[in-house]
């Protein structure tokens, strides 16, 4: 437990939101994913940054772990508090700040979500790009460096954070990048925090970079006969530069995974759902010509619509996929992994990660965000055998060592958090104790979500 000097401290400014009750910390204790429960000892509910700046000032003194919470959709562990300590909650910030429709960018606090920042900027004829299905918090997603389903052509959050406001280990409060569209002043500060889960300071406010909402849509799904097909009509179209805003892959066991739990009727056989944006002639051009790709790769069934409602069933449907997914073997939980491979190899990649999970005992189907080379495969496990989340972590470990083997990375997007932290040293080499010194130069008591992305020799529970 952390120190009783530390928790009166924090009960003193905080008040009731300061919560040690057992529901609250089962809660924060949580994932979406495989992890044991792991609860705080306690969570903190901060309403400014102020207030995040004294909390941290606090734990600091008293050597306390502290651990940043967004919705908790995270699927590497990120945000679980494996040192115990105090979770910090940041529901309570979740104002947009200042919308900026002539510069297209805005300031958020760090718990708007990305479904709430895009009901405010509706009436601006502006975007937030950035998908990563769940209803995530903003500051979760820069802490977590995510992407989605529309990173192929508007970026990842690494392309869409302009500047932060961080609260560092020891209470200090800075600013990092601007609002400029390029500077070449020192360091990019900026880009370090996104991606750092956590360990380097806490966000508590962002400025965004918007998009115009583009003046016509379309959207399609097509059938293929096997992965390779869907697989190698991605590169085409990639490589003949089609624009498109989103193209993903979801094989033969999610499409009967929608089936079952949506109601709806696709063939069970891989799919490619697209989505064209620009003018209506555009995207009417840049959908047939996918379609004649799609023709010469045995692809079938081609429909594309420009209607909103049809959009949205199809992208809701992708968006639960995960949901689905768990529903097709009731009790299950998951071990979601995701890798990314150079566009190139992504055939390669997806064949022989299918051949892999074919011959395994437990379920594993395959999805992603092919554009970009990145995929998933959902690897159910039944919690009561053991053996079941053995074999997931070893289908794990096989994709991502080849992953690794073909110039790719362990992780495309869900971030390093616990699942991923033993392929750190393979991936980055001596590129990984730089990150420790980083780590030890602005977190040198090691409270900041200790255990996570770097070596870390760990606090036990105070």
């Given amino acids: 437990m952390p120190q009783p000097q530390a928790l009166s401290a924090l009960g003193t400014f905080l008040g009731q939101r300061l919560s040690t009750s057992k529901s609250d910390l089962d809660l924060h204790g949580r994932s979406e994913s495989y992890f044991a429960l792991t609860p705080p000892d306690a969570v903190a509910y901060p309403e400014s940054t102020e207030e995040v700046q004294q909390i941290l000032r606090i734990c600091h003194e008293h050597g306390v772990p502290v651990t940043g919470w967004g919705t908790g959709t995270s699927l590497e562990g990120h945000a679980l508090a494996v040192a115990g300590g105090v979770v910090v909650d940041f529901r309570l910030m979740d104002r947009v700040l200042e919308i900026r429709a002539a510069d ?12 709430a920042l895009n009901q405010q900027l509706r009436a601006t ?63 990019d500060l900026t880009g370090l925090m996104v991606g750092s889960e956590g360990t380097l300071g806490l966000i508590t406010e962002l400025t965004l970079r918007l998009h115009g909402v583009p003046e016509a849509v379309s959207a399609g799904v097509c059938a293929f006969a096997g992965i390779e097909d869907a697989v190698n009509a991605v590169l085409d179209t990639i490589q003949m530069g089609i624009p498109v805003a989103r193209i993903e892959f979801v094989d033969a066991a999610t499409a009967a995974a929608f089936n079952a739990y949506a109601g709806t009727s696709l063939p069970e056989c891989p799919h490619l759902m697209l989505e064209f944006h620009g003018s209506p002639d555009s995207v009417k051009q840049d959908s047939e010509r996918f379609g004649e790709i799609a023709a010469e790769h045995h ?61 395994a005992s437990i379920p594993g189907p395959i999805l992603g ?27 794990s470990h096989r994709m991502v060592e080849r992953a690794l083997d073909l110039g790719g990375t362990a992780t495309g997007e869900h971030g390093v958090g616990l699942g991923k932290l033993d392929y750190m040293q393979r991936e980055h080499g001596d590129g990984w104790d730089v990150m420790t010194t980083l780590k030890q130069a602005l977190d040198p008591k090691g409270i900041l979500n200790p255990g996570k992305l770097v070596r870390s020799p760990g606090l036990s529970r105070q």
């Avoid at 800075?174 to 609002?179: D, F």
């Avoid at 639960?320 to 992504?346: E, F, H, K, M």
Wanted: overall charge positive.
């Fill in 125 to 187: 004829g502006l975007f937030f790009s950035v998908d990563p299905g769940a209803n995530a918090s903003l500051g979760g997603m820069a802490a977590t460096g995510a992407s989605g389903t529309t990173s192929v052509r508007y970026g990842t959050m690494r392309d869409n954070v302009l500047a932060m406001q961080v609260v560092l280990a020891d209470g200090r409060v800075i600013r990092t990048g601007g609002r400029a569209r390029k500077s070449s002043a020192g360091y």
């Fill in 369 to 395: 965000h092919v554009g970009d080379g990145n995929f998933h495969s959902v690897l159910l496990v039944d919690p009561a055998r053991p053996e079941d989340l053995a074999e997931a972590k070893a289908l």
């Fill in 104 to 115: 297209m960018d805005v300031a958020v606090q760090p718990g708007v979500t990305r479904e």
């Fill in 299 to 359: 692809g079938r069934g081609f429909q594309w619509s420009t209607r909103e409602e049809d959009r949205r069933a199809l992208w809701a449907m992708r968006h639960n996929a995960y949901y689905a997914i768990l529903a097709s073997r009731p009790g299950a939980r998951a071990l979601v992994t995701d890798i990314c491979v150079p566009i190139s190899r992504l055939a390669q990649a997806v064949t022989e990660t299918q051949a892999d999970l074919s011959r």
